[in-house]
């Protein structure tokens, strides 16, 4: 059975940093491309990271490019997600997502694309 567990959310200050990691079981992320998706108040889930399941590349939404890294280690099946310059616009609740699809290349933005979800970790950011 596949799990993800996300930890590392919590309060911050607008300009701040967290780390968000996503732990992973039952499914080897080496062979997998890993998303980090959020959902705001009354908002539609959205795309934020993805880790390719190479480790060699990364795609990010706009909002967030240059601010948040992703990254992963596939010795712990992990992946993670580095915040930076955190602002109000980015409290959400995130998630981490395991694609459906072994070694899958591109697209990865449609959640569609996943098949295991974790419960998420909640970030609040204040101005």
């Known amino acids: 059975q596949v799990q993800l567990v996300e930890s590392g959310g919590g309060l911050a200050q607008a300009g701040d940093s967290l780390r968000l990691s996503c732990a992973v079981s039952?499914?080897?992320?080496?062979?997998?491309?890993l998303g980090w998706f959020r959902q705001a108040p009354e908002k539609e889930r959205e795309f934020v990271a993805l880790s390719h399941y190479t480790g060699e590349a990364a795609w990010y939404q706009e909002s967030v490019q240059g601010r948040f890294t992703v990254s992963r280690d596939n010795a712990k099946n992990a992946v993670y997600l580095q915040m930076n310059s955190l602002t109000p616009e980015d409290t959400a609740v995130y998630y981490c997502a395991v694609r459906r699809f072994m070694r899958a290349g591109g697209g990865g933005r449609d959640q569609h694309e996943y098949d295991f979800w974790g419960p998420g970790t909640q970030v609040t950011v204040s101005s």
């Open positions: 039952g499914r080897p992320i080496s062979d997998y491309s």
